[in-house]
């Protein structure tokens, strides 16, 4: 009898590992907020499964985190996926006691309810590291051995997280490790991040022609899609002895590629948009209509900026056998048609 609790169930990746756990025979308890709205669009088509549960709870609060992992004893195996945070960067900045709470604080409150438990041994652990920690890259390449220099509140908090699943696994001979995955995007991307801002935006453009407003242009990126990244999590936990793992591409690029690539799959020209003016007063124009598609607006730049990231998955490769099988093209044409044909996958 095998189970697996999500936190952050709700969320991109917690929806995708809740529907390739359930393929895989688990009992799936996701753990979702409570909200005046008990609507999950994500997961919503997951509710009549009867292996998928749905536990009410935060990881702010530590007693109730307790009583859940308390409840799992009748099961031989007990994997925890602990997505849930606060994952933006920017809000980050804004909210950052709550973002240290949530994703620093949160790992402990579970690792310390796991270890306190008679039936520790029955748990696996994965802590969603990222690679916000590498931030101002100490290597061209990030891989496990890089150092860190994270350059959010978001990226300590979850350096915070990575040191203490090293700890507890160091400590307590817990099985925990943590996935240290570069950018993930897909259909099911939150709103506010750039690729989806982007691919929504577009939708919106070719109705309103109302411009998408943007920050940094010039940020790269090492982007995969998320269901890729959700099979490299359960594979991090089907492994004899726990360690930790860099996930990416291999690839990185900017924004204003993201946009070019996008653009071109939407409007059918090659390039999609040219640029003009520099900085803030730098636009994108469509090459379709010669109407503007992107403006700068600097309320979407941050106090610090990760340039660039590239992963060195080497380690994953060999050891995991992961590979991303979803392409940059093939994302960025998935999103577009996604957003374009008002279609929500997750209904299907
Ligand atoms: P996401 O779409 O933002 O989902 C975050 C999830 O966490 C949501 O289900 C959210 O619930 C939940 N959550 C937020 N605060 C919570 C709290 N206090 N208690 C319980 N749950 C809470 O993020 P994602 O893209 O799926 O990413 C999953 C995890 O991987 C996150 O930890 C993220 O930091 C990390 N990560 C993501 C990427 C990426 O590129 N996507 C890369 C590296 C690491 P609500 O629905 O109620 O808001
Ligand atoms: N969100 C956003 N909105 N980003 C913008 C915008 C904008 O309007 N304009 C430019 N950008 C730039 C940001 O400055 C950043 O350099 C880049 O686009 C990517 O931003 P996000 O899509 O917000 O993602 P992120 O890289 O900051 O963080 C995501 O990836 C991390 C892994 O590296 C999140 O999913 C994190 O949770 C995750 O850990």
């Given at each position: 009898m095998k189970a697996a609790l999500i936190t952050g169930v709700t969320g991109q990746d917690g929806s995708y590992l809740a529907e390739f756990l359930l393929q895989k025979d688990y009992a799936v308890y996701g753990l979702a907020r409570y909200c005046s709205?008990?609507?999950?669009e994500r997961i919503e088509h997951l509710k009549?499964?009867?292996?998928f549960h749905l536990v009410e709870g935060d990881l702010t609060d530590t007693a109730r985190i307790n009583s859940i992992i308390n409840s799992f004893e009748q099961y031989d195996l007990i994997e925890i996926y602990n997505l849930g945070a606060q994952s933006h960067v920017k809000v980050s900045f804004s909210q950052p006691e709550y973002t240290a709470n949530v994703d620093a604080l949160g790992t402990l409150r579970i690792l310390e309810a796991i270890r306190q438990t008679n039936f520790t041994s029955k748990f696996k652990f994965y802590q969603a590291g990222t690679s916000e920690m590498f931030g101002k890259i100490q290597e061209p390449l990030q891989s496990e051995t890089t150092p860190f220099y994270p350059r959010s509140p978001y990226g300590v908090s979850k350096l915070f997280s990575y040191w203490i699943t090293k700890n507890y696994r160091e400590s307590y001979g817990m099985f925990a490790c943590t996935g240290i995955l570069f950018n993930h995007e897909s259909?099911?991307?939150?709103?506010?991040?750039v690729t989806r801002k982007i691919t929504l935006g577009l939708a919106e453009w070719l109705k309103t022609h109302k411009p998408i407003e943007l920050g940094n242009l010039d940020a790269k990126r090492d982007w995969g899609h998320a269901q890729d990244y959700v099979e490299a999590m359960w594979l991090m936990l089907q492994q004899h002895e726990p360690q930790d793992f860099v996930i990416g591409t291999g690839q990185t690029h900017s924004i204003r590629e993201f946009i070019e690539l996008a653009c071109s799959k939407l409007l059918g020209v090659d390039g999609g948009v040219s640029w003009e003016g520099n900085n803030q007063d730098e636009v994108g124009i469509s090459k379709y209509d010669g109407s503007i598609i992107i403006k700068i607006n600097?309320?979407?730049?941050?106090?610090?900026?990760?340039?660039v990231l590239i992963a060195d998955a080497t380690k994953a490769r060999e050891i995991l056998k992961w590979t991303p099988k979803i392409s940059f093209e093939e994302l960025v044409k998935r999103m577009i048609n996604n957003d374009i044909n008002e279609n929500p996958v997750y209904r299907t």
């Open positions: 709205e008990r609507k999950h009549t499964n009867p292996e259909e099911r991307r939150g709103e506010e991040f600097p309320e979407f730049y941050r106090p610090a900026e990760v340039d």
